[in-house]
């Protein structure tokens, strides 16, 4: 067993390393460093322009279109993608504002849709969690 004046170098050293570590970082926060939030929601860059989430934008109004519009509603096509986040979680989840037009009258509207991918699954559908309208003041 180590004596204890041959330990007390080395615990010296990770309680320097520990205040060290810790200055660090309180003067990153000072500077307004926060760093990437873990499960936190990032922005894709050109989501337009990004082939997966245009892909996974169409499917979510394939299936608003399939199973979640109400009787009264007018069937929508995909116009294009607005913006689009993404996350880590149990897969990838996307958060897409995506652009439409309504079969009918040609009007222009804007819905909210969630996605989950999941690769590792037998089955690579996306699971679409929620189609909703975007709100006119984040349109």
């Known amino acids: 067993m180590a004596s204890p004046t ?18 660090d970082r ?15 929601w990032t922005e894709i860059p050109d989501a337009g322009g990004n082939r997966e989430v245009r892909d996974l934008s169409r499917f979510s109004v394939s299936e608003y279109n399939r199973v979640l519009r109400g009787d009264g509603d007018d069937p929508v096509a995909f116009s ?3 913006s689009a986040h993404r996350q880590v979680v149990a897969g990838i989840k996307y958060r897409i504002r995506i652009a439409t037009v309504n079969f009918r009258t040609g009007d222009s509207r ?13 089955s690579r559908d996306p699971d679409l969690l929620s189609f909703t309208p975007a709100s006119p003041s984040e349109s």
Not at 10 to 20: D, E, I, K, Q, V
Not at 26 to 40: E, F, L, S, T, W
């Open 6 to 23: 041959s330990t007390l170098p080395f615990s010296l050293l990770m309680l320097l390393t520990s205040a060290a570590v810790t200055a």
């Open 26 to 40: 309180i003067g990153a926060a000072d500077r307004g460093y926060r760093g990437r939030k873990v499960g936190g």
């Open 80 to 82: 294009g993608v607005l």
């Open 110 to 122: 804007s819905f909210d849709a969630v996605v989950v991918v999941r690769p590792w699954l037998r």
